[in-house]
């Protein structure tokens, strides 16, 4: 073979050997590529399936606090009905109790009802309704604000009570004083104090006036005290001028046969 002819089969046989290697590295390099993305895919859906997990536990998690926050708010519904339940039940009772007590027919004689009329002229802040008897006084008449001190001008006012009480028939008759307040809470420290809740306001203002009458002259055995804190209002306490009405001191005159809370009328003057 000549020189020109064996160079040319040999340069065709190189160019198949560089052909052959070039088709052989195009498959391994894919592979490779094909292998490093699956390992990626790999690492993200571990990853995905970790947070998923994780997600889960925490909704879990969640729903376990949600039912137990549940059972919480059934049980304070339940006490809170409970409660209010018992509040309505010893209100009714409460009212129950004062209708039978106190008479809602006027047993005062007409000549005390004259004279509690004439007494209701001379002072404006005493009010008198002669269907029931019922007396009422205004606490800005017999007190300053958050006390229970008898003011000294009132004294009289419960001076001449005390004497319409002792007249005539009106001396077989008892009363029950009974104090209010309006639906502001004990504020001031120096008050609360003395007075921590209405309630104990109430009842410490009936007691003064029921101190103030026995030293007018009426006998202690003929009297009774109560209070009704801010629950029984005449007036809806929307602003001062109805909050000043509820705050009031009320005397219920008592027929002769009336009992008030096991006080027997028959034995209480002994």
Same mark, same amino acid.
């Given at each position: 073979?000549? &020189? ?9 046989? +190189? &160019? /198949?050997?560089?052909?052959? *290697? &070039? ?5 391994? @390099? ?5 292998? %490093? #993305? ?6 993200? !859906?571990?990853?995905?399936? =970790? ?6 536990? /925490?909704?879990? +998690? ?7 926050? +549940? #059972? @919480? !708010? ?6 809170? /009905? ?13 009212? @129950?109790?004062?209708? $039978? ?14 004279? %509690? $009329? ?7 802040? %005493?009010? =008198? ?7 009422? =006084?205004?606490?800005?008449?017999? %007190? ?18 005390? @004497? ?6 009106? $001396?077989?008759?008892?009363? /029950? ?7 502001? #809470? ?16 109430? *009842?410490?203002?009936? !007691?003064?006036?029921?101190? +103030? ?38 005397? =219920? ?5 009336? *009992?008030? &809370? ?6 209480? $003057?002994?």
């Amino acid at each position: 073979m000549s &020189a020109p002819a064996r160079l040319v089969l040999t340069g065709l046989l +190189a &160019a /198949l050997g560089f052909s052959q *290697t &070039a088709c052989n590295l195009v498959p391994q @390099q894919s592979l490779r590529q094909a292998q %490093f #993305r699956a390992w990626e895919l790999h690492q993200q !859906n571990v990853g995905l399936a =970790f947070d998923r997990d994780q997600a889960a536990q /925490l909704a879990e +998690a969640e729903a376990a606090r949600a039912q137990q926050l +549940a #059972r @919480q !708010n059934s049980d304070l519904e339940n006490s809170l /009905l409970t409660a209010n339940q018992r509040l309505e039940n010893l209100m009714a009772e409460r009212s @129950q109790l004062h209708q $039978r007590l106190v008479s809602t027919t006027n047993p005062l004689p007409d000549s005390a009802n004259e004279r %509690f $009329r004439k007494l209701q002229q001379k002072y404006p802040q %005493f009010e =008198f309704d002669p269907t029931t008897g019922v007396s009422k =006084f205004s606490d800005d008449l017999l %007190f300053d604000t958050g006390s229970d001190a008898i003011k000294p001008a009132a004294v009289r006012v419960l001076e001449e009570f005390a @004497q319409i009480m002792n007249d005539g028939e009106a $001396r077989q008759l008892n009363i /029950l004083v009974v104090g209010h307040t309006d639906d502001q #809470r004990i504020a001031k420290s120096a008050t609360a104090q003395k007075h921590p809740t209405n309630w104990h306001l109430s *009842t410490n203002r009936a !007691n003064a006036v029921v101190l +103030a009458l026995s030293r007018a002259g009426l006998t202690q055995g003929r009297m009774g005290a109560a209070g009704y804190s801010m629950y029984q209002p005449v007036t809806p306490n929307k602003d001062n001028a109805s909050r000043q009405k509820n705050r009031r001191v009320e005397i =219920f005159v008592l027929a002769p046969d009336a *009992t008030v &809370a096991g006080w027997d009328p028959a034995t209480s $003057r002994n």
